[in-house]
């Protein structure tokens, strides 16, 4: 009886403790989040009551993850519940609080219950009762009494793959997708042509993937640096998806509450398109242009003619396949960063410009722009293109996403215009951009685009009005794969920042903080994402140096920084590793020249979090 009475005591000692924890972890973050006394024990007795409508899609992702993350094999019905306790009921409701794909879940000593109006919110509060399952957790497993009330703030939470620059398999495709639809990442953005790749099989066209998915070796040269390839060398680098394969992904994606958005882009980025069938070009005839896939960095000679009818005609048919193929309601034709400058010797295009009383190239790209949209209306879809394409005279019906800053102010013109836009800030989502020192990260671009960046960034400008903000339709990240050669760098670039996305995506501004995020992550999804063998970064944990050589006194001004918050950073200047016993940094300090300073941020148990930063102070 004794050692009875001891096992309930440490049970309900340990979903105490566990519960205070367990409020700083969900992500993204809920509306509401509201611990109570006790909690569930989900074990091999325990029942699950889905809705029969929604039993197909949904009964075999729960199956395979509680086995997977529990062990437990789980009795799953689709009639009503019958009985008193130890269930888990999924229940589709009419309740106006509840909005599309959110839920409450409400967890109990007797049963747990996942209510929504629909299936993605059904989808969504299982991703939650996930998180709320301890790690480690065994076939006899305490989950705190909770209630949680949960709505997105934005119905578009999306992340781009480009699958172009290098190409991805289904099977890594299909793991992603598991992982975002976890953090109810809603929006898949398929990238599937550009300069270095054509990807999606277009049966009318076979040449595209015949040739344009394939490309010459160049990997061990730097992106920017490498020569275009010639008609004579094999092409062994590439890939493309069949229709067959592309309905695979979309077929697990709806089951995941996830939307395939593709990408077909447009005039411009379109030399895999134009060295597969060079009568797309602007010129007739002999021509000194290179109609080999590019191999990396710039592209010349990389838009499709806008003048010539033959090119809408072909451009029509691809968008008819594309169409038939993907049952989202949008199409993305690219539009973006468009080398004008063949257009404006092209006597096709002047003929087209000067017949329309088209004042400029600018206006040529407009009316590209319109040719599309018609083509793309006209396969009862809407068009999507970036922000370039709101030049000229726009795109009425269109969706904008809009990428640039600055000079350009797309996130302010689009809304304001009442196009329903979607922010994927370059500044803030372009997760290509490495996220710690440069020195210290894979080979990317020269830019650094830390996580608490992404975390603490609003995609709705101040500057717009309540009635202009209503046109937003969400956020989006985008990796561009430039940098990203294998599926292990691909998703150590993905993850955690495509979950700070998913937390500005679906949490309201007044629910989020950095510091309980990084304390999540810290504290459960690190582990979460490893144990599903996903490659994650913990750049995070990354010393930032900075110093300054004082010449006058011979003395090195050092500077150490750190994205997180609540822990110290110790360093050396011996070229010692530094521990909690080394100098803790106050503030900056000065040091020789030439010295090799390590600088590391440990926890209050004296744990390293991250790498050793090293720099020679020279």
């Given at each position: 009886m ?10 309900v ?7 205070q ?5 969900f992500?993204?973050q ?15 007795k ?20 509680l086995e997977q993350e529990?062990?437990?094999t789980?009795?799953?019905k ?8 130890n ?10 609080s509840?909005d ?27 991703q ?27 119905h ?47 049966k ?11 490309r ?22 590439g ?10 992904v ?6 995941r ?33 290179n109609f ?23 451009l029509e ?29 092209c ?21 590209f ?7 793309v209306?006209a ?6 293109g970036?922000?370039?394409i ?26 304001r ?11 803030h989502?372009?997760?290509?951009r ?9 080979e990317?671009?020269n ?5 608490s ?29 430039e ?14 920042r ?27 999804h690190?582990?979460?994402l ?28 050092v500077?150490?920084?750190?994205e ?30 030439k ?13 390293l979090l991250?790498?050793?930063?090293e720099?020679?102070?020279?």
């Amino acid at each position: 009886m004794r050692s009875i009475i001891l096992t309930i005591l440490f049970f309900v000692l340990t979903l105490n403790v566990w519960a205070q924890d367990q409020k700083n972890t969900f992500i993204p973050q809920p509306e509401s989040v509201v611990f109570q006394d006790g909690g569930f024990k989900l074990n091999a007795k325990t029942t699950v009551f889905i809705p029969k409508a929604y039993a197909k899609a949904l009964q075999p992702i729960l199956v395979e993850k509680l086995e997977q993350e529990v062990g437990l094999t789980l009795e799953v019905k689709t009639s009503r519940v019958n009985v008193n306790s130890n269930y888990v009921a999924f229940k589709k409701v009419k309740d106006a609080s509840i909005d599309a794909e959110g839920y409450v879940l409400e967890v109990t000593p007797t049963n747990i219950l996942i209510k929504a109006t629909d299936y993605a919110g059904l989808f969504n509060g299982f991703q939650t009762l996930r998180q709320a399952i301890p790690l480690g957790a065994s076939t006899e497993t305490a989950i705190p009494s909770m209630l949680v009330q949960d709505n997105p703030r934005f119905h578009w939470r999306g992340v781009l793959f480009d699958v172009s620059r290098h190409f991805q398999t289904v099977d890594f495709i299909k793991k992603q997708l598991d992982v975002l639809s976890a953090y109810k990442i809603n929006t898949f953005h398929w990238h599937l042509t550009d300069d270095q790749g054509w990807r999606i099989e277009i049966k009318k066209y076979p040449n595209l993937t015949k040739k344009g998915a394939w490309r010459a070796e160049r990997d061990s040269i730097h992106w920017w640096s490498r020569k275009p390839a010639t008609a004579e060398e094999p092409k062994p680098i590439g890939g493309f998806y069949t229709q067959e394969e592309i309905k695979e992904v979309i077929a697990y994606a709806k089951n995941r509450n996830i939307d395939v958005i593709p990408e077909i882009d447009v005039p411009g980025h379109s030399k895999a398109l134009v060295a597969s069938y060079p009568e797309l070009f602007c010129y007739d005839g002999e021509t000194d242009a290179n109609f080999e896939v590019a191999v990396g960095g710039k592209a010349p000679d990389n838009a499709v003619c806008a003048g010539k009818e033959t090119t809408y005609a072909f451009l029509e048919d691809v968008i008819e396949e594309v169409a038939d193929l993907f049952p989202s309601k949008y199409i993305h034709i690219g539009g973006d960063e468009c080398n004008k400058s063949n257009w404006k010797k092209c006597p096709h295009c002047q003929s087209v410009m000067e017949e329309h009383q088209l004042a400029d190239e600018e206006e040529l790209q407009s009316y590209f722009i319109q040719r599309m949209n018609k083509i793309v209306t006209a396969q009862k879809k809407t068009m999507i293109g970036w922000d370039e394409i709101l030049s000229g005279k726009g795109a009425k019906g269109a969706t904008i996403m809009a990428w640039r800053r600055g000079k350009h102010t797309p996130e302010l013109q689009a809304p304001r215009e009442g196009y329903p836009t979607i922010m994927a800030s370059y500044l803030h989502s372009y997760i290509s951009r490495v996220q710690g020192p440069t020195f210290m990260e894979p080979e990317g671009p020269n830019s650094v685009l830390p996580l608490s960046e992404v975390y603490n960034h609003e995609p709705i400008p101040s500057e717009l009005t309540e009635e202009e903000a209503s046109s937003v339709l969400g956020n989006e990240t985008c990796l561009w794969a430039e940098f990203t050669p294998t599926a292990s760098h691909f998703e150590y670039m993905l993850y955690p920042r495509t979950l700070a996305s998913a937390e500005v995506s679906w949490s309201q501004p007044k629910v989020k903080s950095w510091e309980r995020f990084q304390y999540a992550l810290q504290n459960a999804h690190f582990e979460r994402l490893e144990r599903d063998n996903i490659n994650v970064a913990k750049s995070m944990f990354t010393v930032y140096p900075a110093f300054a050589i004082d010449q006058l006194h011979t003395e090195a001004i050092v500077y150490l920084e750190t994205e997180t918050v609540g822990f110290d950073i110790y360093y050396t200047v011996d070229g010692s590793e530094p521990t909690v016993n080394s100098n803790k940094y106050e503030s900056h300090f000065k040091t020789k020249p030439k010295n090799l300073l390590k600088a590391g941020l440990f926890n209050e148990a004296g744990e390293l979090l991250g790498e050793i930063t090293e720099i020679r102070l020279k």
